[in-house]
């Protein structure tokens, strides 16, 4: 079974819904992220986790939420979703090194 | 994160090693180097990652220059699997955040 998991694979929505991404992992480890990738561009970090009290911003946090439920699941939700939020999302958790673990990601088609 | 540098692309004979160069010519003393590669639309994945001494793992082998301005990554005998874009980052595991920056990247293809 993969170690960082995320639902749904691939969600179409229309302007304006709420829709939530959801990330769990295997790996016991603390601290989780949320990127975004947009096509030929590299990743942009959303939301990042450093433990389930500790919530922080990344680069791109407008329009974005998250949740941290237990150690194991971190939830991205977009309040109201617009097309430019259409991308490829990635939930990636933070090993001793920082090496990072990556979930096979999540495809947004925002109408 | 100190700047990288990698070819764009480079090809690669199916069975045969695959050496992957990377310059890092401004790192730091805590600035680590790591590789992932992203294979088309897919989740990256973390291959390896080293500090000054050479390191193997299952996937790869990271040969880290003496001075440490530039590495090698070594795939053994690359498969059709293993083409994808690789990437390689310098960076302090300890700075805040930890939040990865991919460059350009090279962009490997393996051939029959």
């Known amino acids: 079974d993969a170690d960082v998991t995320q639902t749904p694979r691939n969600r179409i929505t229309k302007t304006g819904k709420r829709i939530m991404l959801e990330c769990s992992q295997t790996k016991g480890h603390d601290r989780m992220y949320w990127y975004r990738q947009d096509p030929g561009l590299g990743l942009r970090l959303i939301y990042y986790?450093?433990?389930?009290?500790?919530?922080n911003k990344g680069e791109i946090s407008d329009g974005y939420s998250v949740s941290r439920q237990a150690q194991a699941k971190f939830s991205l939700s977009l309040e109201s979703a617009i097309p430019n939020q259409t991308a490829l999302y990635f939930c990636a958790t933070r090993g001793t090194y920082n090496e990072q673990f990556f979930g096979p990601g999540t495809r947004l088609t925002v109408l | 994160d100190a700047k990288t540098t990698q070819p764009p692309s480079m090809d690669c004979a199916e069975g045969r090693a695959a050496n992957l160069p990377c310059n890092h010519s401004t790192i730091s003393g805590n600035e680590y180097v790591y590789w992932y590669r992203q294979i088309h639309s897919q989740g990256p994945q973390y291959i390896i990652h080293?500090?000054?001494n050479n390191e193997t793992n299952e996937m790869a082998s990271l040969i880290i220059t003496e001075d440490r301005k530039s590495s090698t990554l070594i795939l053994p005998h690359a498969t059709l699997r293993d083409t994808a874009v690789y990437y390689c980052i310098a960076t302090d595991p300890q700075a805040a955040g930890n939040k990865l920056t991919f460059g350009g990247g090279t962009r490997v293809l393996v051939k029959p």
């Open positions: 986790s450093f433990d389930v009290k500790d919530i």
């Open positions: 080293g500090l000054k």
